[in-house]
């Protein structure tokens, strides 16, 4: 026998046999919540597995004698509004969750005649759900309880999420950050940069440094950690930074350390020689011309012998601090060693550089350097050597160097207290009045 052999009559089973087949609950109940019908997967519910037709539906799932509180049927059967709501099931050890959406049946004139109830077991998916929800909510705390700012921007630049200490890095409130974007804050590149950059982070991310600007206007230095994500149908840019400001004071510190002489500050010979091999370079292309001068204080050893070694150590500083004052911003001041100094000139001609060491020798020859009551007095020698004195393919940070040093031992020879530089200069300056002027 096929289907179509059934007799009309037969239309139940048919209806029965549908009605079992659904995976999900189906239920009809009576006005008095009885119920009517019920499909396998409803009966299955069913503890004692006796007939459900006739009994009341809070009897015989929920164990209650009377209507289960909040339950939506009274309201369903009044109003002819559906409604779902979630309800636990508790089988032994095992507890299920379902939702089950209600609908009124109405007779021919809309009047209420039962319910039927659509029953399916959410389980599985409602745990889920708070298993998502307790990951974002740990997330949520480990992004709110980080010691770095994190901030999440679309891809205009506009802040989508961000957490206190980012707030707090740049000085706005929560409130106020929420309607910043990107180029409000970023000092390292212009808008049209920033954007480009964000354009080009992807799910590989990247790691960079760069400088945010506060809401007062001061500065940090930060590290950050990128990368785009999709959301919801748009690209997102997950931003972790770290405010690395002590860290850059302390490497600018280090640095300084490195490159300073400890007793007088100025810079120490391995920098200037670093600066003189970069010179020589630039030089050889074409792009500029130096001086170097070397400057030697008159028998400093005598000042040691008469004064004592913290006397000299105190000479020495003012004598630098004294030099210091006097070159020009372009200038490079460095400790040569012992009681030597080198003085790097970029910019101005070889003449200009040779008249500021005279200016500085008349200052510090009529200056006394007073130490515990006493008065200390210097004079100095200084070799000049000029880059244009080379051929371009020939010059070395040695050739020059030595140079500045024979012009150095030449004033020492000629009298001390003087300056010999180019040939040429001297035919303007004269080296025999240089070398004169130290006795005034």
């Not at 994190?150 to 000085?171: P, Q, S, T, Y």
């Not at 992807?202 to 500065?219: A, I, P, Q, S």
Request: charged share 30%.
């Amino acid at each position: 026998m096929t289907l179509r052999g059934l007799d009309i009559g037969d239309n139940d089973l048919l209806a029965r046999w549908a009605l079992d087949a659904i995976r999900d609950g189906v239920v009809v109940l009576d006005t008095d919540f009885s119920i009517l019908l019920a499909n396998d997967t409803i009966k299955d519910l069913h503890r004692e597995k006796t007939p459900l037709t006739g009994k009341r539906c809070y009897e015989t799932f929920h164990d209650r004698p009377e209507p289960c509180p909040g339950c939506p049927y009274p309201s369903v059967l009044r109003t002819g509004e559906s409604q779902t709501v979630l309800f636990e099931y508790v089988d032994g050890d095992l507890t299920r969750l379902y939702e089950i959406t209600m609908h009124r049946l109405d007779d021919a004139d809309g009047n209420g005649m039962g319910i039927v109830g659509h029953t399916t077991e959410v389980t599985k998916h409602k745990l889920a759900e708070q298993e998502l929800q307790d990951d974002i909510n740990r997330r949520r705390v480990m992004v709110e309880k980080s010691r770095d700012g994190i901030v999440i921007l679309d891809r205009h630049g506009k802040v989508v999420e961000a957490n206190e200490r980012f707030a707090c890095m740049l000085g706005y409130t929560i409130e106020e950050v929420y309607k910043l974007r990107i180029y409000d804050w970023e000092a390292a590149h212009p808008k049209d940069v920033v954007l480009q950059m964000m354009a080009t982070v992807d799910e590989v991310g990247d790691h960079f440094e760069t400088r945010h600007k506060r809401k007062d206007g001061t500065f940090l230095d930060v590290e950050i950690s990128s990368n785009g994500v999709y959301y919801g149908g748009q690209k997102l840019i997950f931003c972790v930074c770290r405010d690395i400001t002590e860290k850059k004071i302390m490497e600018r510190r280090i640095h300084e350390l490195a490159t300073r002489d400890c007793l007088t500050d100025v810079y120490n010979r391995r920098y200037v020689f670093e600066r003189l091999l970069e010179m020589v370079a630039e030089h050889s292309r074409g792009d500029s011309s130096f001086c170097v001068s070397i400057l030697d204080i008159d028998h400093f050893k005598t000042v040691n012998d008469i004064h004592g070694h913290q006397a000299g150590d105190f000479a020495l500083k003012e004598f630098t601090r004294t030099v210091a004052s006097m070159i020009r911003q372009y200038d490079l001041l460095g400790r040569y060693g012992g009681e030597e100094f080198i003085i790097i000139s970029r910019t101005g001609s070889a003449w200009e550089t040779f008249a500021m060491i005279e200016r500085i020798m008349r200052t510090v020859r009529h200056k006394a350097f007073i130490f515990e009551g006493r008065e200390i007095h210097l004079t100095f020698s200084c070799g000049l050597a000029d880059s244009a004195e080379f051929p371009r393919e020939t010059l070395t940070v040695e050739a020059i160097i030595s140079l500045a040093d024979e012009r150095l031992y030449d004033a020492k020879a000629t009298g001390r207290n003087c300056c010999i530089g180019p040939a040429g200069l001297l035919q303007g300056l004269g080296a025999n009045e240089t070398a004169r002027s130290s006795g005034s």
